[in-house]
């Protein structure tokens, strides 16, 4: 209860911060209720192609006739989707190798740690780009066969799941995530280190409770407050990961459409002849207040909850 | 972005002495910074002090080569046209006329090919050039070793696919003789009619051997090349730009002393270019957005001119439910040509219901099947699919580039519209991968293009000759095959397109294993005051030898 | 101090080695050619292709070939720029990228450590309040975002500085402005922090102590410790400006390595692709070396004075 209560003194300290917060609800909410009411679907093309924006179409028209804010709302789907579950898998990474390494300590501790300085200093997304460019094909194949297999199986739900997955999706979220973990790692293992000679966590050594109950019931706990705090970090870079991505080309391809796809559109019309200053201020506008909520969000859970964060 | 730094030491101790002023410190390392940035940039940026060019063009991109033999792409191809010269070339209209070659005489049987070489032509270092060039060339570039993707361009050569594949190993066999220096003799397979465009193509052109013996894949870059067109290569920097220079030793003069590339590829930087008059010519209509060709249409520097290609869908006639010519015709006749024109590509292109396109003044195109969309309906319902119900889950290929998804993304939407068909799923591909899933017709519609390689509907209706290369629909008919080996043997211009009107009309009305989108049209940016020499015409071939500056015209 | 720097260089070899092999095998695997073109190549030319770019026979086969190369210092000639090694290609672009590169950092520095010296002086008051917002913006907007607003604003508006493109120095601004800002804002933050708790040490009380100026303190004394984490932070930012550089170079035409790289990676040419990452990867191992380096000789220094 004291992260509850920690996060009530959070809010009463900086009303900024809640309303940071409520923006981000509105955000999410928006994108996956009010996307609904727009009068358009996302997939939807028109006659009406590069309209300004107008009382039917708030945020204007694409090239397809598309309604723009129903297309910001989908690509806003899409980006918080991939944002969430990319930090979700490098949460789990993250938390899982930064508990071992701190627990186990020595020479483990050693080696699992210069790893991570080894992965730090690697051009990272580069390698991103090379591998999504690379497997999307044979992953599009896997997921295919593997529904089908299912079929054979008898079991039609499992095979739908499959053959529903976007391959390319699939292996952003994956290895965004897969990139993503290691300052949660580093973080993890430091705090592990510290609980670790705590008296409770002695006394359970002493009483013969198992690593993974120790691991599980007295450190995770503990550890959940900075879990909190860089998971809020995360989930910014993730989402400008894969907008720059996508943004190059590389990242996911229509008919799926994320707020760096949009952008990407939109920046390649900049031009002396005519703007479609639209194309590129809602979404980006829209994308730049989201990443800018969530970084303020992420720094005052960190202020208030970090105890490396002296006050 | 959460990577940040580590724990600051706890123990600091006090300095002493004198020291740099503090105040001063930002601004020394923004002296600094600007200081060793001038030095960088300086020694290894890349600070052009090369002379100003007559011509700045925006090319489109970096071209990936600029040896005749190898280079594929048209962007490549304008660079060596400017550099090369075959037996033929074409003036500003597009029209071929003499190159290299003074003069031929053909026999009447239109197989043999003499060619007079001019009297006093010379490479761009002096050296004469002579009929053995041009046949050493031709030998360089069918010679599998140096793997030439368009050495196909020499097989109308008597035994050249032979040679050109391996089969014979003596060149001698090979349909190209030089009788004296100034003679060369070629013999063909079959008449074919447009062979002298093929002595204008840059895979034509004579290179010159002992530079490309002396210094291999290295002979392309400048300070080494010899060639023997107008210009000659000054300067090569990659993907910064490429100057050319007059050649002193081309045969007739050449209006613009000095022009420069720029391989620019994005299509707005090159906009922005041009407005700001950094560049004087925008050549590649990959490097003007579709979306502004609305505004840019009427003003006094936009241009356009129809070219020999075609936007088409191939169906996979292999694969339910398009192994039934109705559904085929079904989806032909549904898809609104003029709504993608219109509101996509925007260039003006004429919508295609044939695949030949304009351009070729003997030939007349069947009529092809045009926007119907009751008829339509009538016949997917026939095929079993009433109002698109049950139709199979299929999926739409297409290159994710340029405006390929919009394209495709409005096809989609155009059928569902049209035909009440749900089931088509867009399938975007990066291009090599989507080329390699062309050909192995993994696909049930695939969106394509095809650019002819000279004016002649041979180079599109060839394509779909039983299991041809370029086939890739899996569609074969014996008939048809029968009829382009018999155009292939006659002679007679009108009896041949005649015969190949006869084929289109089976690809286009009859069989439709492919549905004709529209026709593309080269566009370009100039101001006709700065720039002249640069004609319309239909094989978008533009050869910056003919260009001129109006009123400095020699 | 040199055992550690010669640790350092023997663990680089085996990381390299096994991200060269991931690319390469990798851009191999996957389906497509990287000689296809729109018309077909006959087989005989094909098999030519493949043989004189040893991409015939087994992955492994191919593999090997390569390694053998690499080890050699050779890259291999490109697929896509059949006239030019991969070497030949990197070494006219890394300059570029470099020149780029460079200018980011030292505007990141010194507008980063300006600003966040300047915020902690005036610590919670407006002036501090509004560089950590506008910190903040730098963080959160991606600079594909900003690129086509700078470019708006001050190429066709303005119509002071060029859209793009490279030779002369007015072509640098735009493009190093929009690369810097995300990290001349995190530069800010962190010596804001790492000043704030400095100036709160004993030694800079005791040099306030002594008499000397607020200036001398915070100059002399304070921000040469608080330094620390902008040195332990320059390795992610090489890291973060090698990738941003792909972007901006892609949006200003600007001739670096970016381009080059993603061109490739799309087009499956496995040379370039597999050169672009072995440079990158040895240039930040190298990069983050030079940083603990300096990190450690900075360090110890503070702690002997």
Not at chain 1, 115 to 134: C, D, F, N, Q, W
Not at chain 2, 229 to 243: A, C, M, Q, T, V
Not at chain 3, 34 to 57: A, C, N, R, V, W
Not at chain 3, 180 to 201: H, K, W
Request: neutral net charge; charged residues 15%.
């Amino acid at each position: 209860m004291k992260t509850a209560h920690l996060f009530y003194r959070v809010v009463r300290r900086d009303p900024f911060l809640v309303a940071c917060g409520l923006f981000l609800i509105l955000v999410v909410l928006v994108s996956f209720v009010g996307i609904h009411f727009t009068g358009y679907t996302y997939d939807q093309i028109s006659d009406d192609s590069l309209l300004r924006p107008s009382r039917a179409h708030w945020f204007g028209t694409d090239v397809n006739g598309h309604d723009l804010l129903t297309r910001t709302l989908y690509g806003a789907q899409i980006s918080l989707f991939v944002a969430a579950t990319g930090t979700l898998v490098s949460l789990t990474v993250g938390v899982t190798y930064g508990m071992i390494s701190g627990y186990a300590g020595g020479r483990v501790d050693n080696l699992m740690m210069r790893i991570v300085e080894i992965i730090y200093s690697l051009p990272t997304l580069v390698l991103v780009i090379v591998i999504v460019t690379s497997l999307d094909d044979p992953m599009t194949t896997f997921l295919k066969s593997t529904g089908e297999w299912c079929t054979g199986l008898g079991l039609p739900g499992l095979a739908g799941f499959f053959t529903g997955i976007n391959p390319r999706l699939l292996l952003i979220v994956g290895f965004l995530g897969l990139t993503e973990w290691l300052t949660m790692a580093r973080i993890i293992r430091g705090q592990v280190l510290v609980l670790k000679e705590q008296p409770f966590v002695q006394a359970s050594f002493a009483l013969g409770q198992s690593h993974f109950q120790i691991l599980w019931r007295h450190l995770l706990p503990n550890l959940l407050g900075i879990v909190i705090v860089y998971l809020t970090l995360t989930i910014p870079a993730i989402m400008l990961d894969e907008s720059f991505m996508s943004f190059l080309g590389v990242g996911l391809q229509p008919p799926l459409a994320s707020w760096g796809t949009l952008i990407s559109d939109a920046a390649f019309l900049i031009n002396p002849i005519r703007l479609y200053w639209w194309m590129l201020i809602f979404p980006g506008g829209l994308m730049t207040l989201t990443l800018l909520a969530l970084n303020f969000l992420g720094d005052g859970l960190r202020d208030a909850l970090d105890p490396r964060v002296k006050k | 972005m959460n990577r940040e730094g580590l724990e600051v030491s706890d123990q600091p101790a006090l300095s002493s002495g004198r020291r740099f002023p503090p105040q001063l410190v930002p601004p020394a390392c923004l002296l600094g910074a600007l200081f060793l940035f001038g030095a960088f940039f300086y020694f290894f940026g890349g600070w052009t002090l090369s002379a100003p060019a007559d011509l700045t063009i925006c090319n489109g991109d970096e071209p990936q080569s600029l040896d005749p033999a190898i280079v594929t792409g048209q962007l490549e191809g304008r660079i060596c046209l400017a550099l090369f010269e075959g037996l033929t070339t074409r003036n500003a209209k597009g029209d071929i006329i003499p190159g290299m070659a003074q003069s031929w005489d053909i026999s009447p049987d239109g197989l043999t090919y003499t060619f007079h070489l001019r009297p006093g032509i010379r490479w761009s270092n002096g050296d004469p050039i002579t009929s053995a060039d041009f046949l050493n060339s031709w030998e360089r570039a069918l010679n599998p070793a140096t793997a030439s993707q368009y050495s196909y361009q020499l097989y109308y050569l008597v035994n050249g696919e032979a040679y050109g594949t391996g089969k014979i190993t003596d060149f001698s066999q090979v349909g190209v003789k030089a009788p004296d220096p100034s003679t060369l003799v070629v013999t063909l397979n079959h008449p074919t009619a447009y062979f002298l465009e093929l002595t204008s193509f840059q895979t034509l052109c004579p290179v010159h051997l002992p530079t490309v013996k002396k210094y291999g894949n290295d002979w392309t870059k400048p300070g080494k090349m010899i060639s023997n067109g107008p210009y000659l290569l000054k300067e090569w920097r990659l993907n910064d730009y490429i100057l050319l220079e007059a050649n002193p030793f081309y045969w007739r003069p050449v209006p613009i002393h000095r022009i420069k590339v720029l391989p620019t590829n994005n299509a707005t930087a090159c906009l922005n270019l041009f407005y700001s008059k950094k560049t004087d010519l925008i050549i590649d209509k990959t490097s003007i957005p579709p979306t502004l060709v609305p505004d840019l249409r009427d003003k006094s520097y936009f241009h356009s001119n129809p070219f020999g290609a075609t936007s088409f869908i191939r169906f996979n006639v292999k694969r339910k439910p398009f192994d039934d010519v109705r559904v085929r015709k079904a989806l032909a006749l549904a898809l609104d040509k003029k709504d993608i024109v219109d509101k996509i590509t925007r260039a003006g292109e004429p919508i295609a219901n044939t695949l030949v396109p304009p351009g070729n003044a003997d030939y007349k195109p069947p009529e092809g099947l045009s926007y119907h969309p009751d008829e339509a309906r009538r016949l997917l319902a026939q095929a079993g699919y009433p109002n698109g119900q049950g139709f199979p889950d299929v999926n739409l290929l297409y290159a994710a580039r340029g405006s390929g998804t919009q394209v495709a993304t409005e096809m989609q939407a155009l059928w569902r519209r049209e035909l009440g068909i749900t089931s088509i799923h867009l399938r975007g591909q990066e291009w090599k991968v989507y080329l390699n899933t062309q050909s192995l017709i993994d696909f049930d519609l695939c969106l394509s293009a095809w650019v002819g390689d000279y004016n002649d509907p041979q180079t599109f209706i060839d394509m779909f000759v039983t299991d041809g290369g370029n086939n890739d629909t899996g569609w074969g008919d014996p008939q048809y095959d029968q009829m382009l080996q018999t155009s292939e043997m006659t002679a007679d211009p009108i009896k041949r397109m005649q015969i190949l009107r006869d084929m289109e009309k089976i690809l286009v009305e009859d069989q439709m294993p492919i549905v004709p989108v529209y026709f593309y049209v080269g566009m370009s940016l100039y101001d006709p005051e700065k720039l002249g020499g640069f004609e319309p015409n239909f094989v978008d071939d533009h050869r910056w030898g003919e260009f001129y500056i109006p009123g400095h015209k020699p | 101090m040199t055992a550690i720097i010669l640790r350092r260089f023997l663990q680089a070899i085996p990381v390299l080695f096994i991200v060269v092999t991931l690319t390469f095998l990798l851009v191999r695997a996957a389906p497509g050619n990287p000689f296809s073109t729109e018309k077909k190549i006959p087989p005989e030319i094909m098999e030519q292709l493949e043989k004189q770019y040893d991409l015939h026979g087994s992955i492994w086969h191919q593999y090997l070939q390569y390694m053998g190369k690499v080890v050699r210092g050779d890259l291999s000639i490109s697929t896509q720029y059949r006239n030019r090694t991969v070497a030949e290609i990197i070494r006219q672009a890394l300059p570029v990228s470099m020149t780029l590169g460079a200018v980011a950092y030292f505007l990141a520095l010194t507008f980063g450590v300006t600003f966040g010296a300047w915020a902690a002086i005036r610590h919670n008051r407006a002036g501090d309040r509004l560089i950590m917002l506008w910190a903040l913006l730098g963080i959160s907007i991606p600079s594909f975002i900003l690129a086509p607003v700078l470019v708006m604003l001050f190429a066709i508006w303005l119509d002071v500085l060029p859209v793009a493109g490279w030779g002369s120095p007015d072509q640098i601004i735009l493009p190093a402005i929009c690369l810097s800002i995300p990290f001349a804002a995190t530069i800010a933050r962190l010596t804001r922090g790492s000043l704030l708790e400095v100036l709160q040490l004993d030694f800079v009380r005791t040099a306030r102590a002594k008499g000397l100026s607020e200036d001398a303190v915070l100059f002399r004394h304070a921000l040469k410790v608080a330094i620390l984490p902008i040195i332990g932070y320059s390795g992610p930012a090489a890291a973060g400006i090698l990738t941003g550089s792909i972007v901006i170079e892609t949006l200003f035409g600007i001739p670096g390595i970016g381009p080059f790289f993603v061109n490739s990676a799309l087009n499956r040419d496995p040379f370039m692709t597999s050169g672009v990452v072995l440079v990158f990867s040895s240039f930040l191992i190298l990069f983050n070396l030079i940083a603990d380096i300096l990190y450690f000789v900075v360090d110890r220094r503070v702690k002997l004075e």
